[in-house]
């Protein structure tokens, strides 16, 4: 499927560039940071929640297209890890920066847990072999997307708006590929969502400040 939408976009070459893609703070030093909202708590709790949430999103994300490469364990294996590191690393910068933003990604974590399991126990019934430690998977996949709103739900609907237009354009595709590309698009906005957290800090005031530097985009098939 994607080496076909490679081809395809080879005959109708597109660039899609974007500008301000994700927002960096140049970092102070630690003790300014801790001054200005953060603690030591939250920059742990930061730290772990950041690394499940991107790792869990990286698997998702990579599950599809890794599946359709020889090596499918070896590459979901790295989509998780390189989640993982980034989630990490933006999640000890949120919680060194922000405190508020670790606890707003912690109350959404809880209720992604709580919806995603409730779903799950409404499927469970009319599905065979779906059983409660498939329910506790789905919470804890629900957990780490909630965690990342809202970036993870509009990179979800524009993945998949991508996948359908690739399903509709390319001969092989199917909903499966369509919906390969929304958890893609799903990884990418949540992963984006952490970024953001480390870009914001409180100054002295206790206003939020962020130092916006616009990074162009350039996605080539």
Known sequence: MFRE???????????????????????????LA????????????????????GAVLGGLGGFVPCNQTYAGATCVRITVGVGGAGGLAAGIAAGNANAEAVEDAGLGAGLGFVTGSFLAL?????????GYDDVLT??????AVGSSLPGSALGFGIGAAAGVAFWQL???????????????GMAVGGLATWAARAANTKGEDGALQQQAVPIGV???F
């Open 5 to 31: 939408a490679r081809q395809l976009m080879r005959r109708h070459p597109t660039t899609l560039s974007g500008a301000a893609a994700v927002l960096l703070w140049l970092f102070g030093t630690p003790v």
């Open 34 to 53: 801790q001054d200005a909202g953060g603690s030591t708590w939250a920059t742990i709790g930061g730290g772990a929640l950041g690394a499940y949430s």
């Open 122 to 130: 409404l499927i469970k019934p009319h599905a065979e072999g779906f």
């Open 138 to 143: 789905v919470g804890f996949a629900g957990a």
């Open 170 to 184: 390319i001969p092989d595709a199917g909903p499966a590929d369509a919906f390969g590309v929304a958890l893609a």
């Open 218 to 220: 350039t996605l080539r």
